[in-house]
């Protein structure tokens, strides 16, 4: 027999959408927290028992709805968010579609009591898994009061996929935390079978957006900010050491609501490439304005994903704006954990102890010596960079004939000697303590931030064979030729296939003049097959350019002269980036004084 075609009914109409809508306690406080948000509450308080099964109960301060508006309240697809066609393309409420009391009173029972300002008394209804009753005096203050219990009582099938009671109110609390972070006006309180957990009064911006990240990273943040005609987008972001494997610590938003956005972590990411190891997370809290109508936000359940109308636009917004203040900002890593409560010392003081730690008289000046070598601490906000502009590297002298460090003018020369410990690091004063540095990952982060200069003035010099150099290839390794030959013609490599497994070396750039082009190119191939192939062009290059300032630098081992040392550590304070080498690794590790009398436990100064 054929199945019949009918409609629905109602009620099944409403499970349905409860199951895109309502996935767990945590995505009905969400719902629920934003009606409140868009009835224009200043106070809102979230009552929680056994992880949102037993009850959800949120109360706020806000318009109230008339009693006889309640039953339309629980109806699907009524709201009175929108009205026209056209207010679809430019919703500025949380809500607009009508439908999530429905849902969740189809899958619970559910309560409403409200009162608006200008009524004596304040209503109550029910919705009972669809089952709405009449509006009913009852006693309550201004607002209204959701209560949720006996959720998913007729779907047993999504109440099995359900966790703990505490995982599920660990994913409350972080529904909480993620919708208070952009609205600081408001007061929020959560608490758990009666036991007070989150509490976060009114408050300004940087306060509230700090509560939703832990206590270390607090220091160490810097302040984004940019606009330009159509967008506004502000924030804080983490220094690259506080990167994590996963986007725990990543927050954005569109106009107020949270979202999930795939270009913008990829902007985000792209914005920290080289300071961090790949793979890691930044920590950031970005939230962007702009005009309702430049942003669909009707295309995902619970409007967790939106679609820009030039998400390209938003890229390049956050990668610049983000790239441009840790350009601007002194990454250098702390070698321990930063202690807060330590008490502050005076700089002088501070140069004094450090003298005396290396049995040295105090120096007047104090390493690093270079005129604009960055500031060594980061308060959230202004990094020096935006008073101080940093002078353009010196690039006639950039590129040495020779992989060698070249000298700089004797201007910079620094008062505190460096000292070249086991012919692979340096150590030397700091304003408030003393660095060592990874001396072939600076001199790679260098080698990479003056090639990448130099090659935006053009291709770089090379030098062509008597006799081309012929080597094998495999045929994966030919493909990669191709498409990165235009590439290899700027970095001073010339290649050319001959053969069916074979390739010729031509040209090969005069910097790299000390090392061997057969086992250069081999190695590039080689491990080019394996980590450029459908790479973009800007990936492929900065995959090539590390290879080439990786091994053009000195390496571990290698001894320096005073003046190599000199001019590696004036360059520090002279390149982008010094912080991290172009993988990501630290080139530096910072010991302030502090620390080092931790560590002592000369606790008595
Ligand atoms: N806390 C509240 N204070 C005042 N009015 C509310 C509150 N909660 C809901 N309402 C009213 O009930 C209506 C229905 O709420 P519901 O959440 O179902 O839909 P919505 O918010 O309009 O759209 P969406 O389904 O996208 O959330 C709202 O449009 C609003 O008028
Ligand atoms: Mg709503």
Same mark, same amino acid.
């Given at each position: 027999m054929l199945p019949s075609i009918h409609q629905l009914s109602q009620t099944l109409v409403n499970k349905i959408a409860a199951g895109e809508v309502i996935e767990r306690p945590a995505s009905v406080v969400k719902e629920l927290l934003e009606n409140a948000l868009d009835a224009g509450a200043t106070r809102i308080e979230i009552e929680i028992e056994d992880g949102g099964l037993g009850l959800i109960r949120i109360t706020d301060d806000g318009c109230g709805i008339v009693p006889s508006e309640l039953p339309l309240a629980f109806a699907t697809h009524a709201t009175s968010k929108l009205t026209t066609d056209e207010d679809l393309f430019a919703i500025s409420t949380m809500g607009f579609r009508g439908e999530a009391l429905a849902s969740i009173g189809s899958v619970s029972h559910a309560r409403i009591l409200s009162r608006t300002a200008d009524s004596d008394a304040a209503y109550e209804i029910f919705d009972r898994g669809g089952a709405i009753s009449d509006p009913q005096a009852a006693a309550g203050n201004v607002g209204t009061t959701l209560e949720v219990r006996n959720l998913f009582f007729n779907t047993p099938g999504r109440r099995k996929f359900l966790r703990g009671p505490s995982t599920e109110f660990s994913h409350i609390s972080e529904a909480v935390l993620r919708l208070a972070i952009p609205h600081p006006a408001i007061a929020f309180k959560l608490s758990h079978n009666n036991r007070s957990v989150l509490d976060l009064p009114a408050t300004t911006e940087i306060d509230r957006w700090l509560a939703a990240w832990p206590q270390e990273f607090i220091e160490q943040r810097l302040s984004v900010q940019t606009r330009d005609a159509e967008l506004i987008l502000r924030g804080i972001i983490g220094l690259p050491e506080m990167a994590r494997p996963t986007a725990k610590w990543q927050y954005f938003y569109l106009n107020g609501r949270t979202i999930r956005d795939r270009v913008l972590q990829h902007a985000l990411r792209e914005a920290y490439r080289g300071l961090t190891e790949p793979g890691r997370q930044p920590a950031a809290i970005l939230l962007i304005d702009m005009p309702p109508s430049d942003v669909d936000v009707n295309v995902h359940p619970t409007k967790a994903e939106v679609r820009f109308k030039d998400s390209g636009h938003m890229h390049s917004l956050i990668l610049s704006a983000v790239r441009e203040k840790l350009l601007g900002a002194d990454l250098t890593p702390r070698a321990v954990p930063r202690d807060n409560t330590a008490p502050i010392i005076e700089r002088r003081q501070l140069q004094e102890q450090l003298a005396a730690f290396f049995k040295q008289p105090p120096s007047q000046e104090t390493f690093p010596s270079t005129p604009n070598a960055p500031a060594p601490e980061i308060k959230g906000g202004q990094s020096r960079s935006e008073s101080e502009p940093q002078p353009k590297p010196r690039w006639a002298s950039v590129i040495p004939e020779t992989p060698r460090i070249t000298s700089l003018p004797s201007? &910079?020369? &620094?008062?505190t000697p460096a000292i070249q410990l086991h012919n692979s690091y340096l150590v030397a004063e700091s304003d408030d303590g003393l660095i060592i540095i990874d001396q072939h990952a600076l001199h790679e982060r260098i080698m990479y931030e003056e090639l990448s200069a130099r090659l935006s003035r053009g291709p770089l010099e090379s030098q062509r064979m008597l006799l081309p150099i012929t080597l094998p290839a495999s045929a994966r390794q030919i493909d990669l030729l191709e498409q990165i030959k235009p590439l290899l013609a700027r970095l001073g490599i010339e290649l050319s296939q001959i053969g069916p497994s074979a390739v010729a070396i031509h040209a090969f750039p005069s910097f790299l003049s000390k090392l061997d082009p057969a086992d250069f190119v081999t190695e590039l191939l080689e491990r080019g097959e394996q980590e450029l192939l459908d790479l973009t062009q800007e990936e492929m290059l900065h995959g090539v350019l590390d290879m080439m300032a990786c091994k053009a630098a000195v390496k571990a081992g290698d001894p320096l002269t005073p003046a190599e040392i000199e001019a590696l550590l004036a360059k520090r304070g002279l390149i982008d980036r010094s912080s991290n080498c172009p993988h990501g690794r630290p080139t530096t590790l910072r010991l302030s004084l502090r620390d080092l009398e931790k560590q002592f436990k000369r606790t008595g100064f």
């Open positions: 201007s &910079s020369t &620094s008062a």
